[in-house]
């Protein structure tokens, strides 16, 4: 084999394990990064997240509220419930196609209001 040959040959080679090398970096951070916050805090921030839980607004603890009904129309469907602050927003598709989306106070069950979707014209 000539030198030129010689040296193509081993630059495919290292090129090769630069590319093998880079894509194990690559998949390795995708998996740290996705898997980062599942389960993995010690015990103790556990301990402490679950026993000092207070509202994002204005600090003060969290007290538990019971059980609270929430009564949605016959044959209605809850499609997604999205927690933001201390409120509750509950999308529901009726049974007649029509959607609706309730806001609700977390702390007291209360129905703050209600959103009717509609057809525009």
């Given amino acids: 084999?000539?030198?030129s040959l010689r040296a193509?040959?081993?630059?495919?080679?290292?090129?090769?394990v630069v590319i093998v090398i880079g894509t194990a970096v690559?998949?390795?951070?995708?998996?740290?990064?996705?898997?980062?916050?599942?389960?993995?805090?010690?015990?103790?921030?556990?301990?402490q997240l679950s026993t000092s839980r207070t509202t994002p607004l204005d600090s003060t603890p969290l007290t538990g509220f019971g059980t609270r009904t929430l009564e949605i129309p016959r044959d209605s469907e809850i499609v997604d419930m999205v927690a933001q602050g201390d409120r509750l927003i509950v999308r529901?598709?009726?049974a007649d196609g029509s959607r609706q989306i309730l806001v609700l106070d977390m702390m007291t069950g209360a129905r703050i209001g209600?959103?009717?979707l509609r057809q525009g014209p």
């Fill in 92 to 94: 529901l598709k009726l």
């Fill in 1 to 3: 084999m000539t030198d």
């Fill in 114 to 116: 209600v959103f009717e």
């Fill in 26 to 47: 690559v998949i390795i951070t995708i998996f740290q990064r996705a898997s980062a916050n599942w389960g993995d805090a010690p015990a103790n921030q556990v301990d």
């Fill in 8 to 16: 193509l040959k081993i630059l495919v080679i290292a090129m090769g």
